[in-house]
């Protein structure tokens, strides 16, 4: 069974930090490139940042976080985390974990994150 467990978010002041993370199960983890989605009500969902599969030498950021956010996977824990500096109430959302590669996509049920003084 598939499982991607998204954990780590909670409420945090404007300059804060929170480490997220995506436990993964049922699947060949390291084959998978893994990004962070987040989400707000009535919005799309952004690509916050993704890494590649095996090594994750390669990783991508968006415009919004890049500086800020540090993406990064360990193979040996099935385990992708999102670090997170410098929060602003802009970042704001529900955070999603997602597995991805040509034999399918798996997404995990979310975190909340709350960036208010």
């Known amino acids: 069974q598939v499982q991607l467990v998204e954990s780590g978010g909670g409420k945090v002041q404007p300059g804060g930090s929170l480490r997220l993370s995506c436990a993964a199960s049922?699947?060949?983890?390291?084959?998978?490139?893994m990004s962070w989605h987040r989400q707000i009500p009535g919005k799309e969902r952004e690509l916050v940042a993704s890494?590649?599969?095996?090594?994750?030498?390669?990783?991508t950021y968006a415009d919004s976080v890049r500086g800020r956010f540090t993406i990064s996977r360990d193979n040996a824990r099935n385990m992708v985390y999102l670090q997170m500096n410098s929060l602003k109430p802009e970042d704001t959302a529900e955070y999603y974990c997602k597995a991805i590669r040509d034999t399918g996509v798996y997404w995990g049920q979310g975190t909340q994150v709350f960036v208010s003084s």
């Open positions: 049922g699947f060949a983890f390291s084959t998978y490139a």
């Open positions: 890494i590649s599969s095996r090594s994750g030498t390669s990783t």
